[in-house]
């Protein structure tokens, strides 16, 4: 009912289905008979009986909490509210409450002109003449699915209208044809801005603007209009908004321990009604559990030096007085693409860069061959895969000579840009890229020159560093193994027509450092990835190609994929797997062994004082595999990284399938070693480096890829289009999207 105005409803309830309660204690006692997707609706009604506590103290969405009093406002027109999540996990003989710490975005409430104000970044009502087609887009974006309340009937009366869209003209141009109650029969065209002031003696400050269209094209004024209460924000965050989301969300663990011991004590589930109706109670005081530290391997460079192999300390080592493992192919044809203006980034400037850049790789053991390459600014504003060409075509090569590389100075952090750039190189030109943005240029500070050497050296066909090989061979079981990692990126909310994007890499060497990528369109948010069997395939092939050798293992590591869709993935990928592998030849049937990687989960673990890192975290190598894990399966928690700011999350890791039987400590040591690997870092990463890099292949061409029906205007979405438009097709069930096949073999991703 809306203040005002009252309504008639007839509720209807019917009986869902009947959920066992028992599955739960067969579960958690390790049945072998039950899959998580077993105990889902049992969980689910655990989840809202407590759920049903927070919604009296909190606004709720889902299983996520938040509240007003500990927020924080950021840009255009939204707020940040600190909150927390609850949810009901099986664990060893006993079910666990988890409840974290959240942060979401807001919209805020009140009369919507301030709201735009803010949205637009405009001081004051004089500044609003109207809506220019930018303006249109944000504000649009901004309210696409907004409830607002309309308030012209009076002070006390109000209705709530669901934006649609803007009116073509003003309110004081916008006319239709009205029947004034007041001489019935009498219709006579008037504007909406004279309709307000004879219906309801309404003087409109701002007919000059548009009016907002509700559901069957009702038009109101946007100065009557405000945003309700509690309206979550569910589009993309800027750079700034994310910016800002990272500062408030970001909290030390014993920050986190003590806002979540705080939750439990003011929700106190033990005295609501409803929860002890159902007979529950909960021990009200954190859970304690075992974990272990998994040593660090050690890192192995280039044989020549006299210390070659270095242990890392703290997840961390350096790389100084070292040099990589294995060198790329030397850069001879190479040019500097400056996309900021002189002004910022004077030629003396990138000249002087270009010469550290080059001495750090060479003393890093990356041979750069040509010292000068030639040095061009571009215009941000033009065709930027144009741009990308006649920067190239500086090098003047011979008509069976590529560029290999341009370096490329980006004024700021826009994405657009950098996707446009991306893709445009990828596609349409074959050329490897390495952006950077213009403000390192007047430093040329070396640690940075050493980072982009290793970037460098990645994409042009180089190893940067390594577990030493009898180490690795060890824990393979002295196996050619292909290692395979599998991401899916779907499509923001609100973009419901995209397609999500996979992303396969396979290794293509012994040592599981170099990589390939695939990527595969699908349908717009679906999960399991089509035409494996044949990715499957391809990289079986360049692995034989780079080594001469059929693998005898797979190991797959497989990101994406919720609990509920372990069956799923089962059923499907696993034999497509083993499907290309058949394929190949008669009888060819490698030992399969298929992990699930969960990094987006709400299980957070604080370790005793004496037992963590500086910052109060897990130190790298803490395995939890017991107690709070699913008992009917192998699957652990593994703290891979340390943690530069805030709370540090484990990454969940399922053995699915498992035909090479690793002992729980073999694959937990594998998984963890492999994280030193990732190839531009000095540091061990927190997800799995075949994951890692499947992610960095996915992420861009998820951008790069256009709404069905939308507009293409500006230089970056040009450029995609250039690059992508003969490969994406929103209603392909499953397509496999070439790369240029110069870059098709190599880390271009990196």
């Keep these: 009912m809306d203040e005002g105005r009252s309504e008639q409803f007839t509720v209807i309830i019917r009986e869902s289905a009947v959920v066992n309660m028992g599955v739960l204690a067969q579960f958690c006692n390790g049945s072998p008979a039950l ?7 049992a969980l689910n009604a655990l989840d809202l009986i407590f759920g049903s506590v927070a919604h009296r103290e909190m606004v709720g969405f889902g299983r996520s909490f938040f509240t007003c009093t500990q927020s924080t406002a950021t840009q255009h027109g939204l707020e940040l509210w600190r909150g927390f999540s609850l949810s009901v996990r099986p664990g060893e003989g006993k079910l666990f409450l988890n409840i974290n710490t959240a942060v979401t975005a807001m919209y805020t409430s009140g009369p919507l002109i301030p709201v735009i104000h803010n949205v637009l970044g405009v001081r004051n009502d004089q500044s609003l003449c109207g809506f220019d087609a930018s303006q249109t887009r944000k504000l649009a974006t901004y309210l696409h699915g907004l409830p607002l309340l309309v308030k012209h009937r009076g002070i006390n009366s109000s209705c709530k209208v669901l934006f649609t869209g803007f009116t073509k003209n003003p309110l004081n141009k916008e006319a239709f044809d009205w029947e004034d109650p007041q001489h019935p029969g009498h219709v006579e065209k008037i504007t909406i801005a004279e309709y307000y002031r004879r219906r309801y003696n309404l003087r409109l400050a701002h007919p000059h603007l548009p009016g ?3 559901r069957l094209g009702v038009v109101f004024p946007i100065e009557l209009c405000e945003v309700a209460e509690n309206q979550r924000y569910r589009g993309v965050l800027n750079e700034r908004q994310t910016a800002d989301m990272v500062r408030f969300a970001c909290q030390r663990p014993n920050e986190n321990r003590n806002r979540i011991i705080e939750v439990l004590a003011q929700l ?10 159902f007979g529950l109670t909960l021990q009200l005081r954190l859970s304690e559990v075992d974990s272990r530290v998994l040593p660090a391997p050690a890192i192995s460079y280039h044989q020549s030096l006299r210390e070659a192999t270095i242990t890392p300390s703290g997840g961390a080592w350096n790389m100084r007085d070292k040099r990589v493992m294995g060198a790329g192919v030397p850069l001879d044809r190479w040019a500097v693409l400056v996309m900021a203006n002189s002004r910022m980034v004077p030629q003396n400037s990138i000249e002087r860069f270009v010469t550290a850049l080059v001495h750090m790789c060479n003393t890093t053991g990356y041979n750069i061959r040509q010292p000068r390459p030639p040095i061009r600014y571009g215009n941000p504003n033009a065709d930027l895969s144009r741009e990308l060409s006649t920067t190239i075509d500086l090098l003047k090569l011979p008509k069976n000579e590529y560029a290999q590389l341009v370096l490329i100075v980006l004024p700021s952090t826009n994405s657009h840009m950098y996707q446009a750039i991306k893709n445009a190189a990828y596609t349409t030109h074959g050329v490897q890229t390495q952006c950077m943005q213009s403000k390192h240029v007047q430093k040329a500070n070396l640690q940075y020159c050493a980072n982009l050497c290793l970037k460098i050296n990645a994409k042009l066909g180089g190893t940067n560093q390594s577990l030493p090989q009898n180490v690795m061979q060890t824990m393979l079981h002295k196996q050619p193994t292909l290692f395979l990692g599998c991401d ?17 890499v396979g290794s293509v060497d012994s040592m599981g450092l170099r990589y390939a990528a695939t990527l595969i369109q699908l349908p717009s948010r679906q999960e399991i990835v089509s035409r494996l069997q044949e990715v499957v395939v391809r990289h079986l092939k360049l692995f034989y190609k780079c080594t001469r050798m ?33 394929s190949l030849e008669h009888g060819y ?5 298929f992990l699930a990687v969960l990094k987006r989960h709400n299980t957070r673990f604080f370790p005793n004082g004496r037992d963590s890192d500086r910052t109060g975290n897990c130190v790298p190598g803490t395995v939890v595999d017991t107690t709070v894990t699913l008992p009917s399966m192998t699957n652990f928690y593994l703290f891979a990284h340390a943690a530069i700011q805030g709370t540090s999350r484990p990454t969940h890791y399922y053995v699915l399938h498992d035909d090479a039987k690793f002992t729980q400590d073999e694959i937990q040591q594998l998984t963890y070693h492999l994280c030193y690997t990732y190839a531009i870092c000095t540091r061990s990463v927190s997800l799995v480096p075949p994951v890692y890099y499947a992610h960095r292949v996915a992420d861009p061409f998820e951008e790069a890829v256009p709404a069905p029906g939308s507009s293409h205007g500006g230089a970056g979405t040009r450029i995609i289009g250039q690059g992508l438009t003969n490969s994406i097709d929103p209603n392909q069930t499953g397509r496999i999207l070439q790369i240029n096949e110069r870059l098709d073999e190599t880390m271009y991703f990196m």
């Design 35 to 41: 899959q998580i997707q077993d105990i889902q609706s």
């Design 488 to 504: 899916v990126t779907h499509p923001a909310p609100g973009e419901g027509n995209r397609p999500s994007m996979a992303a396969v």
């Design 212 to 214: 907002l269209r509700g």
């Design 589 to 593: 049937q490698p030992q399969v062994t």
């Design 550 to 582: 059929w693998p005898k293992r797979i190991i797959f590591y497989r990101d994406g994929v919720s609990e509920t869709q372990f069956a799923q993935v089962r059923e499907r990928e696993i034999i497509e797997i083993n499907r290309g592998c058949a």
């Design 268 to 277: 106190r589930f033990n005295d609501n009604p409803v929860v002890r109706a």
